[in-house]
């Protein structure tokens, strides 16, 4: 594993008013890991991850990406910097195919009869086409709007969008909630194949189960402080939930 880490979050300090939501909390995140974030409701998971793609802005502390300090004024900012978030709700759009989803507010565009702009729709399918089999996953109907695939499909195609603008960090709120087992063992699948290709990922999991067959290392907050950080190799279930809830 590379020694630099992609993405460092150092002494990261963010309040809401009179609530200290995160108390200087730091993490690394290496090229090819993949770090799971856990804690109790309310410990600062969600401003953690806010945080660093650009939603809020820290009160006190940095965050570097490849060695660099970097402030991130909008989570498209993040996105330009290769920072991809995909929160619970995928922000997928039900009626479009794959390859318009992938394009959603960024769409490829081309000249008919040489001067009318119109969209490039077979750069949408190609795009589509090869992003999905990158990711190793295989759709047999890259056409059909994306509100009729299964959720651990449209959880596949927002990781493909991010994975098309070139990602290099990928922050994954809960991808397993809210699906069936199957579907759960296919989101583990496609991260392990996002891992390979090099790429970080930080994901927020209630779920020990897969933060165990996915992850290298967690990290555990506590009422916005870090309660402590593992690798998963040497810990067990046990031993993050008394982290979890502390005592
Ligand atoms: N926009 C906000 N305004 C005020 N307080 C906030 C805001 N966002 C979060 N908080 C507070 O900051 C603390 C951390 O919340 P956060 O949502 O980050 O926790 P979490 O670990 O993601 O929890 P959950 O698992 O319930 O999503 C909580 O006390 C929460 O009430």
């Known amino acids: 594993m590379s020694t630099q880490p992609l993405l460092e979050v150092r002494d990261i300090t963010k309040r809401f008013g009179g609530v200290t939501a995160l108390n200087g909390v730091s993490m690394t995140l290496f090229p090819g890991e993949v770090v799971a974030l856990a804690g109790d409701n309310g410990a ?7 945080t660093i793609s650009g939603v809020y802005h820290a009160d006190m502390g940095e965050i570097r990406l490849n060695g660099e300090a970097v402030k991130f004024a909008t989570p498209e900012a993040a996105r330009g910097h290769g920072i991809e978030t995909i929160y619970q709700d995928l922000a997928l759009a039900d009626n479009l195919s794959i390859g318009a989803n992938i394009f ?14 119109v969209l490039d729709r077979a750069k ?13 996953f295989h759709v047999t ?9 299964s959720g651990g499909q449209r959880q596949a195609v927002a990781i493909g969008r991010a994975v098309y603008w070139n990602a290099q960090v990928l922050i994954m709120d ?14 583990v699948s496609l991260i392990q194949t996002l891992k390979a290709q090099g790429r970080g990922i930080i994901f927020i999991s209630h779920n020990l189960q897969d933060i165990f067959a996915v992850s290298d290392r967690i990290v ?4 916005g402080t870090l309660a402590g950080e ?14 979890m809830v502390g005592g």
């Open 44 to 50: 600062g998971k969600s401003t953690l991850i806010k």
């Open 104 to 117: 959603l507010g960024r769409e490829p565009m081309r000249k008919a009869f040489g001067f009318l702009p």
């Open 124 to 136: 949408m399918a190609e795009a589509a086409k090869e992003t999905m089999a990158r990711l190793d």
């Open 141 to 149: 109907r890259l056409t059909a709007p994306v509100g009729n695939f």
């Open 174 to 187: 809960e991808p397993t909630a809210a699906l069936g087992v199957p579907e759960q063992r296919k989101v």
């Open 220 to 223: 555990v907050l506590r009422r």
């Open 230 to 243: 593992r690798k998963i190799a040497e810990t067990n279930h046990d031993e993050i939930v008394k982290l």
